[in-house]
Every structure is written in structure tokens, then in C-alpha cells.
């Protein structure tokens, strides 16, 4: 019984101290400031290597970790779209416009169209 309340004791000191690490962390690292400071630590952040934080010995062993070219080509163009968005809406809306005005020619031209292959077939 004694056991079990250690064990808890124990786990409950570890989750307190990791908490308090990771506040005291972020306070001295300005992330808790005013926007300026924010900032500052964003791209201070933005430009960290893993090299900086962890000796060679252990950064030799670890695989490459660069974002591979597929992924950066699909943000450039989700943000491609994103910055364009209304002019594809406007787009979109033309063509769906569009293809409803021509809806009963093309309707007509299918129709045409199997009624000749229906005759080709009865023949």
C-alpha cells in the first residue's frame, strides 16, 4: 500500500517539475512578452538547428530531417490558392454558370448521339 502512494507521490513530483520546467522555460525564453519579444523568439526559434541543442556525437546518428520537395511544392501552391482565392471562386463560378447555360445543347447533342448509335445497333 505504502508502495502505491510512493509511486504516485513520485509520479505527481515529475509531472509538477516538467510542468514548472517547461513555464520557466518559455518565460526566459520571451515566448510569455509582448508581441515584439514573440517575434524575436519566433524567428530566433525558426532558425535553430538541431545541431545547436545536441552534441555531434548524437546528431551524426540521426537521419537527415529536411522537409522533402513534394511537401515545400504543396504549400507553395496551397498558398498560391489561398492568395488567388477569389479569382478562382470567380472562376469556378463562371464555369459552373457556364456549363449549366450549355446543359440542354449538350443534353440534346448526347441524346442525338445514342439515338444514331441505337439505329447503328438495331440495323
Do not use: R
Not at 4 to 20: A, D, N, P
Not at 106 to 121: C, L, M, P, Y
Amino acid at each position: 500500500m505504502a508502495m502505491g502512494k510512493l509511486v504516485s507521490v513520485v509520479k505527481l513530483s515529475t509531472k509538477l517539475g516538467l510542468s514548472g520546467l517547461v513555464v520557466y522555460t518559455t518565460y526566459n525564453l520571451g515566448i510569455w512578452g509582448n508581441c515584439k519579444q514573440g517575434e524575436q523568439v519566433f524567428y530566433k526559434l525558426q532558425s535553430a538547428k538541431l545541431t545547436d541543442v545536441l552534441p555531434e556525437e548524437i546528431t551524426s546518428q540521426l537521419p537527415d530531417m529536411t522537409v522533402p520537395e513534394e511537401l515545400t511544392g504543396t504549400i507553395t501552391a496551397v498558398g498560391d490558392v489561398k492568395k488567388n482565392m477569389w479569382g478562382y471562386y470567380n472562376s469556378g463560378v463562371g464555369s459552373v454558370c457556364g456549363g449549366l447555360a450549355s446543359l440542354p445543347d449538350t443534353v440534346k447533342g448526347w441524346s442525338d448521339q445514342a439515338v444514331e448509335i441505337v439505329k447503328e445497333n438495331i440495323k
